[in-house]
């Protein structure tokens, strides 16, 4: 089975460019959560959804944005980047309610020149 | 606020030299508390969850405990396959339902051959 898949794998933006990340979770899972980890550094909680509705989000400014399709893949979406944005940004799955294992994707390398 | 303090941030080991990692943590209502695996340029790997004090679980070289206030990772007669870092997380349900993770920042472990 596959597991949690993200696109791109890696990318380069300039200042002010606007960037989008896309997650596909496990087959069967309807919970997707978005994480930002800045090197060296544990991952940061940035949105959850599951059922396409947002069910938390972390202290990040308005710029970030995120949205859960029918077939229960997401996007994150960042506007105006910073060069403080630079980070791999990692989207989890489960099947939701506490119990359940959180699995992690590989990320998306995003680097802000 | 909901801390998770990772302990040591750096350790090096000979192979066959067991040790310990120490993740201390202070929430409002622990639901569970994940480790992970990292590899350099690479999401988390799902190790364990534990979810009350005095609960055990282990894989292969790894043994992981819990108490009220802290959990230990015991790697016994680590290998140089074991080298990578590992995070702690933990998980406390919102009324929301938010299920996210606040992680410590990890330890870096390296096994010598």
């Known amino acids: 089975d596959a597991g949690v898949t993200q696109s791109p794998t890696h990318l380069i933006k300039t200042r002010g460019q606007h960037v989008t990340l896309r997650c596909s979770p496990i087959s069967g899972h309807k919970s997707v959560s978005w994480y930002q980890q800045v090197l060296g550094q544990g991952p940061q909680f940035i949105f959850q959804y599951y059922e396409k509705e947002e069910r938390g989000r972390g202290n990040f400014p308005d710029r970030f944005s995120a949205r859960q399709f029918p077939n229960y893949s997401s996007e994150l979406n960042v506007n105006a980047l910073l060069l403080g944005d630079s980070a791999l940004y990692l989207c989890a799955s489960t099947l939701r309610g506490s119990g359940n294992t959180i699995y992690f994707g590989e990320g998306s390398w995003l680097t802000v020149v | 606020e909901d801390q998770v303090t990772q302990s040591p941030e750096a350790l090096r080991l000979q192979e066959g030299e067991s040790s310990s990692l120490n993740c201390s943590y202070t929430?409002?209502?622990?639901?569970?508390l994940f480790w992970y695996r990292q590899d350099p340029g690479k999401g988390p790997e799902f190790l364990f969850t534990?979810?009350?004090a005095g609960e055990e679980k282990e894989k292969e070289r790894l043994k992981a405990t819990l108490t009220k206030k802290e959990s230990f990772l015991h790697i016994t007669a680590p290998k140089p396959e074991d080298s990578a870092t590992y995070l702690c997380?933990?998980?406390?349900?919102?009324?929301?339902?938010?299920?996210?993770?606040?992680f410590g920042t990890g330890t870096r472990l390296t096994i010598i051959p």
């Open positions: 929430v409002s209502g622990l639901r569970g």
């Open positions: 997380a933990v998980q406390v349900l919102t009324n929301f339902g938010n299920e996210k993770l606040t």
């Open positions: 534990l979810y009350s």
